[in-house]
């Protein structure tokens, strides 16, 4: 079992969708979770941080952590079209040690 | 203004030769990290290097070796190049303490292998 679990998608929503990205973990040690957006051939961006489980949210976007379930998530309301990248879910233990992906959803938001 | 910033951006070599990738942050971060990210986008730890340790991700050949002269800067040499190194290689820096704003991470160099 790999350590970071995501479904790889492609995932097509039209414009306005309410939109769900999830994640599962086998590592308990994880503690700090991030979701990262990617365009294509830039580099990865800093969507959503969370430290341990709950809840947070930054204008359309929710992030969700169920540590007893070693599942995250990642909500997107109202997507828009410049939505369109692959997000990835990422996490690590500790700070100062290796950020551990998942293998990144492709989302496509049509207008 | 760039936070994390790698050159070059693009690097087209033959089979066989010897290049080296540089990074650099400004962020005042303790932490570097290379990772590979494959064609199918997926983004694997080759290395993390503070001021005082090296962690070598045990599944990178050898022929990979980081170089850093101080904590602002984490190179990464690779000698004898081969197809399947093409890949992006991206730089990323984090604090050691407090990860509110998450890991940086470079745009990437593009390395192809012909």
């Known amino acids: 079992q790999k350590e970071v679990e995501q479904d790889p998608g492609p995932l097509s929503v039209p414009e306005g969708a309410i939109v769900s990205l999830n994640c599962t973990y086998s590592n308990s040690a994880f503690q700090y979770f991030m979701w990262y957006r990617q365009y294509s051939r830039k580099g990865p961006e800093l969507l959503m941080y969370?430290?341990?489980?709950g809840n947070k949210e930054d204008g359309r976007f929710t992030a969700q952590v169920d540590k007893s379930s070693k599942y995250i998530s990642l909500f997107i309301r109202d997507s828009q079209p410049s939505d369109s990248a692959t997000y990835l879910c990422a996490m690590s233990s500790q700070a100062g040690t290796a950020l551990i992906f998942g293998k990144g959803t492709t989302l496509s938001v049509s207008s | 203004d760039t936070a994390v910033s790698q050159t070059p951006k693009y690097l087209v070599t033959q089979m066989g030769n010897d290049k080296s990738i540089k990074c650099e942050q400004n962020l005042g971060h303790d932490t570097m990290y290379w990772y590979k990210q494959d064609s199918k986008k997926f983004l694997k730890i080759m290395f993390s290097y503070n001021n005082k340790e090296l962690i070598i991700n045990e599944t990178v050949p050898n022929r990979f070796s980081p170089k850093s002269p101080d904590k602002a800067h984490l190179n990464l040499h690779i000698n004898s190049l081969e197809l399947g190194d093409s890949a992006v290689y991206f730089c990323?820096?984090?604090?050691?303490?407090?990860?509110?704003?998450?890991?940086?991470f470079g745009s990437g160099t593009r390395l192809t292998v012909v």
């Open positions: 969370t430290y341990s489980s």
């Open positions: 990323a820096s984090s604090p050691t303490q407090g990860l509110s704003g998450g890991y940086t």
